[in-house]
């Protein structure tokens, strides 16, 4: 298995603790992402592609509309299904979706479009998407405009590269639109500094790498929060940036 497949299935191992340390998604990005449907937004059939935990799925379930999460990882699925009440989950990829044709309004992808092999995927989704429906990806992002965050980034570099150093743009495709892009300003509460680093141990670029690394990051992270005024008394905020990406589904 490469490199990129090991990192795309590491996340089952650590499914309670990407639950519990994982941000949420601002209302505001979710909404936007749902306004090319027009005055259709009050329930929507919502299909949550590559769900996890379920961290995009409960915002979904908040906003009242009904929801189909599906995710390849079993240990993720099934912490998904402890934690989140009313959906339909169901296991599947994003290159093979488990839904009918034309059955949903919207896909959502949380924090996941760039584990995607796009060219097989985008079909599978404007196959299950009804015509004029939305796919929305959107990643919760440190927010490294803001110095402390921008340094512990770096302080929590290790010897795999980010996925994510620039946006993952949805290629273009005949069946899609061209793509519309928005930023939100989110934030991720963490009660101490052993809470923040948690957060940061579930990303892949910690999971993947030997327990000797790993503890030698930790150790430096927890030394940084711990002599930043922002971070080392009680809990703090650690500011996001949600960015989301929105295209339509055509007719053919």
Known sequence: MDLHARRADSFGAQAEA??????????????WALEPLGDRTE?????DLAAGTGKLTAGLVAEGHCVTAVEPNEQMLSELVRRVHGVR???????HIPVPDQTVDAVFVGTAFH?????????????VLRPGGVLAAMWAEPATDVEWVRELEQVSASSVESQRHDPVSIMAHPLFAKEERATFPHSHRRDSPEAAIAWINTHSRLIVIDDEERAAIN?????????????SNGPFDV??????FRTVRVSE
């Open 239 to 244: 500011p996001l940036v949600a960015e989301v």
């Open 43 to 47: 329930r929507l059939d919502v299909l």
């Open 89 to 95: 989950a169901l296991p599947g990829h994003a290159e």
């Open 18 to 31: 990407y639950a519990e340390h994982r941000p949420d998604y601002p209302v505001a990005a979710i909404r």
């Open 219 to 231: 150790e430096k992270m927890l030394a940084f929060l711990h002599q930043r005024p922002e971070t």
């Open 115 to 127: 584990w995607f092999d796009q060219e097989k995927a985008l079909p599978e989704i404007a196959r």
